[in-house]
């Protein structure tokens, strides 16, 4: 199972970014999917999480200016980002939780994609 992180760049405060994390692989269940993410000299921290119920949740700091979804049919799971503030400024990682085509229970990390928010 590999997952595909993309969408990070360079905005303005204010200003509005889509990223997205493809699912691919022997992949029978997704159970959850999340975006985490991590700034220099911080920790690792979940921003937004997505069940495949369509629970939600959301660190405060994002709540009302990002959203997460997913297309189930495509094993995909994005994060609409809006009103970014510098301290969004992080690199962020998608995550999901996986029942692979053989049976198992895996957790599996993406790349990575830098966001980066300009004053």
């Known amino acids: 199972v590999q997952l595909q992180a993309s969408g990070g760049g360079l905005v303005q405060a204010g200003g509005s970014l889509r990223l997205s994390c493809a699912a691919s692989?022997?992949?029978?269940?997704?159970?959850?999917m999340g975006w985490y993410r991590q700034a220099p000299g911080k920790q690792r921290e979940l921003v937004a999480s997505?069940?495949?119920?369509?629970?939600?949740n959301y660190v405060d700091s994002v709540k009302g200016r990002f959203t997460i979804s997913t297309d189930n049919a495509k094993n995909t799971m994005y994060l609409q980002m809006n009103s970014l503030k510098p301290e969004d400024t992080a690199v962020y990682y998608c995550?999901?939780?996986?029942?692979?085509?053989?049976?198992?229970?895996?957790?599996?990390w993406g790349q990575g994609t830098q966001v980066t928010v300009s004053s």
């Open positions: 692989g022997s992949i029978a269940v997704i159970n959850a």
């Open positions: 997505i069940t495949r119920g369509g629970n939600t």
């Open positions: 995550n999901a939780d996986v029942i692979t085509g053989w049976g198992a229970r895996s957790n599996y």
